[in-house]
């Protein structure tokens, strides 16, 4: 199963063409700006030998960048010029510039230490920056088959290959992404070495003896040269902006973080050091980290078919779901190691959330869908989408969250920029991507993964495909199938596990229909509801066909084992979670107001945000109130919001969800 490329796909959807238009105009043209304001564009500049002045930022600011090139690659058409074909164009000449002529690119220690390399590879970054540059060059070469960038990131992909030949476990990154990069150079190259040099990585990474002692000697070497950073840097302004991170901060912690945060260092979970692959059954430590190393393993299965990787990362992925997953699909529930806690330990207030985590969920369920075609993974890439990843950017483009509670009391506002902005670009990068994730194929057979506008031809199988959909305000989809081809094809398409009844007619005559059972938990019990339906594309022959999913308005209920909630519900519509805002609710507290249950609606308002769906509710005074998406919260200003609210339902009532159980 290989996905249909984003260049073949054309999306006329209009939730997500307008997000895309947007991440287009405003913004990727923004994010540079912030680039120069940050000194990150800079920092290349001076080693380049271009500019004068001291290098800016954290030791992995290059990074960013490279995610901006990434994201403008996949939007760039062969032949594209204008404002952001410029700038990249710049990018890849400065990058051209700075690198050594073997190919390294480091700009923390081409300046602050030159001729120093791989020093400290469990914190500072190297290796991750560089799989971000190569990355960018392998999209734009996918988008426009443009060689000048790619040729840049080979070299410098041939030079990590050479000098990690012979690499044992101390010497795997400290935080992944190398891997997939490789993975994807040699997709496109075919060049064994990358292969090779990523399962290195892969493979070797957990086998250390005392990874707490190789972590604590990396902190001491990274301070000393933190020291000598800070000498030479004395006296100038090495802030640039002058944003702060306070986003990324609540006034509560859990108990005890400082002390669990050293003992996940120390004890190698942190960086998933703990043990190796096949051993690394339960999702452990920095979310981002576990996430990009799932995608990985994900990926290298794919090329390999080593059955004990899939079966490891398989239980990985239904631990995290059915324990370690908040119910907008964000993961991460500690801050300081912005990570994993313990299983159920899903709080609110305090809850991580990050969106670079979410991002790299979705690319570990896109990769599992096609080492598996099992449905459940496309299901969980949608509500994700929709959800934990959605809600990092603004309405504009310009103003973002880095971590994405349950419950804010007012004080977490999106900013316009952070120290460490990892996030902007990296989501910048997943909407320019969205088309690649709608439809899949094989030899005989073609999936439709998500119900997203668009049109696109199948070349070799001699079949073009329109979607029309109403999602994710309807659950409405109109589907052609025109085939040139003179046998038989298959078309899979997604019943949701959001939905409690499907109906499904092929060329007017009713072909599915479910009312499925309720009751089932938000958890994996909830995503194993996810099926395809098949229906064959005749030769020669056109089909039209129709999907009914109705979206009600229905509640889950947190599992017995998350403590803190007592007696609450969140309120889900198709594959959309809702939350309560205090901007559009003034009179209303969201902890202790009583709802009635028959007065529950929904209202699709297009005026509100550029028009959104609302669920309305009344309260034992019959006053009105109501929610928004999730994904759109924090858009008006300050504003407390809560994801799970009083239960409307008590033990003798029917709940919207029965007896749905999990968070």
């Not at 901006?68 to 594209?80: K, Y």
């Not at 670009?425 to 690649?436: K, V």
């Amino acid at each position: 199963m290989r996905e249909i490329s984003r260049t073949y796909v054309v999306i006329t959807d209009p939730f997500w063409a307008h997000r895309q238009t947007r991440n287009k105009t405003s913004a990727l043209p923004y994010q540079w700006e912030q680039y120069e304001r940050t000194g990150t564009i800079d920092n290349f500049r001076i080693v380049s030998g271009s500019n004068q002045g001291i290098r800016r930022g954290f030791f992995y600011t290059d990074s960013d960048l490279h995610k901006w090139a990434d994201a403008v690659s996949r939007i760039l058409q062969p032949g594209d010029k204008g404002d952001l074909a410029e700038k990249l164009r710049d990018y890849i000449v400065l990058m051209k510039n700075a690198m050594d002529s073997d190919g390294y690119l480091y700009t923390y220690n081409q300046f602050h230490f030159p001729g120093t390399r791989w020093k400290n590879l469990p914190i500072e970054h190297e290796l991750y920056c560089m799989g971000h540059f190569i990355e960018a060059g392998v999209e734009l070469y996918t988008s426009t088959r443009r060689k000048d960038l790619l040729e840049l990131v080979t070299i410098t992909a041939d030079r990590i290959c050479e000098d990690f030949a012979n690499a044992g476990p101390s010497r795997t990154p400290g935080h992944q992404q190398i891997e997939l990069a490789l993975i994807k150079l040699y997709r496109i190259t075919n060049n064994e070495r990358y292969l090779t040099t990523a399962q290195r990585f892969i493979e070797k990474r957990g086998h250390m003896h005392f990874p707490g002692i190789a972590l604590l000697r990396s902190f001491i070497s990274h301070s000393r040269r933190s020291s000598i950073v800070s000498k030479q840097n004395a006296g100038t302004d090495e802030s640039g902006a002058g944003f702060d991170f306070s986003e990324t901060f609540q006034s509560v912690e859990p108990p005890f973080i400082g002390l669990r945060s050293f003992l996940s260092f120390f004890s190698g979970k942190y960086q998933q050091q703990h043990a190796p692959l096949r051993k690394q059954l339960i999702p452990e430590g920095h979310s981002v980290r576990w996430a990009y190393y799932m995608t990985a393993a994900a990926m290298l299965y794919r090329e390999n078919n080593d059955n004990t990787i899939l079966d490891a990362i398989r239980v990985a992925w239904e631990k995290c779901v059915d324990t370690k997953m908040y119910v907008t699909g964000g993961i991460g529930s500690l801050p300081v190691i912005e990570g994993f806690g313990k299983p159920y330990e899903l709080p609110d207030d305090f809850a991580y959330c990050e969106t670079c985590a979410a991002i790299g969920n979705i690319f570990f369920n896109h990769e599992m869908l096609h080492a598996t075609r099992d449905t459940r993974y496309a299901d969980l890439v949608e509500w994700q989408l929709y959800n934990a990843a959605s809600v990092g950017i603004s309405l504009e483009g310009n103003a973002y969250f880095y971590r994405n509670p349950m419950k804010s009391d007012g004080t977490l506002q999106r900013h316009p920029w952070f120290n460490t902005a990892c996030c902007p670009s990296n989501i910048s990068r997943l909407w320019a991507d969205i088309g690649s994730y709608i439809y899949s194929a094989d030899e005989n057979d073609i999936w439709i993964n998500q119900y997203i506008s668009s049109t696109t031809g199948i070349i070799e199988k001699g079949i073009s495909l329109s979607i029309k959909s109403e999602f994710p305000w309807e659950g409405n989809v109109f589907i052609e199938a025109a085939s040139n081809s003179n046998r038989e094809i298959r078309l899979h398409l997604r019943i949701p596990s959001w939905s409690g009844e499907a109906v499904i007619k092929v060329n007017g005559k009713e072909m599915y229909r479910e009312n499925r059972d309720s009751e089932d938990s938000f958890g994996l019990s909830f995503f194993n509801r996810s099926t395809w339906f098949t229906v064959g594309i005749p030769a020669l022959k056109t089909i039209q066909v129709e999907c009914s999913f109705p979206m009600v308005v229905e509640t889950i209920h947190p599992h017995k084992k998350v403590t803190g909630k007592g007696d609450k519900a969140a309120f889900y519509r198709g594959p959309l979670v809702y939350c309560f805002e205090s901007v559009d609710n003034p009179a209303i507290h969201p902890d202790t107001v009583r709802i009635q249950p028959d007065t529950i609606h929904y209202h699709y308002n297009p005026d509100l945000m550029g028009g959104t769906g609302t669920i309305g509710l009344t309260n034992e005074n019959n006053e009105w109130f109501r929610l928004i998406p999730y994904f759109l919260w924090g858009n008006r200003g300050p504003s407390k919001m809560r994801v799970w609210l009083p239960n409307p339902y008590n033990s003798s009532s029917t709940s919207l969800k029965g007896n749905a159980a999990h968070e």
